[in-house]
């Protein structure tokens, strides 16, 4: 990592996402439907109390392939909000790796609410495809 990579940057680390009902995909083609799908592959842990709670805001943008995690130790009610953050995102709540909802946030006034032990944020339209009850693959944050 250089000087200016972020410690909790997963550098080559892939976002994951899979289809409920999918068998896992082992050495399939990436055009393949039943594959796996990548949602990013920058990803970047949010692994401190302030990191978790500056989140995106004030960054003007995030690039098309990026992820930002959240990790928490246990199942609670998780809310985000898009104070400061001057573009759509898709957020995406999980509990044991498992989607419970997702929601497009709107700039600046956006908010979701929902169960989970990890939250994603992701470009907006990049979890276009995910529904509850799709799994979703990250690097190990716990």
């Not at 098309?64 to 998780?78: K, M, Q």
């Given at each position: 990592m250089t000087d200016s990579t972020p410690s909790n940057l997963s550098e080559g680390s892939r976002l994951r996402h899979r289809p409920a009902g999918s068998a896992p995909s082992t050495d399939v083609e990436e055009d393949d439907v039943s594959a796996d799908r990548t949602l990013a592959s920058t990803v970047e842990i949010a692994d401190?109390?302030?990191?978790?709670?500056?989140?995106?805001?004030?960054?003007?943008?995030?690039?098309?392939?990026?992820?930002?995690?959240?990790?928490?130790?246990?199942?609670?009610?998780?809310?985000?909000?898009?104070?400061?953050?001057?573009?759509?995102?898709?957020a995406v709540w999980i509990v044991d790796g498992i989607v419970t909802r997702t929601k497009r946030l709107r700039p600046f006034v956006g908010i979701g609410r929902a169960r989970a032990d990890t939250v994603i944020e992701l470009p907006a339209g990049a979890a276009d495809a995910v529904e509850p009850g799709d799994a979703i693959a990250f690097p190990e944050t716990r």
């Open positions: 401190s109390t302030l990191s978790k709670a500056r989140g995106l805001m004030f960054r003007r943008s995030i690039p098309d392939d990026y992820a930002l995690v959240f990790p928490f130790e246990n199942v609670d009610a998780r809310t985000l909000h898009m104070l400061f953050v001057p573009f759509p995102i898709d």
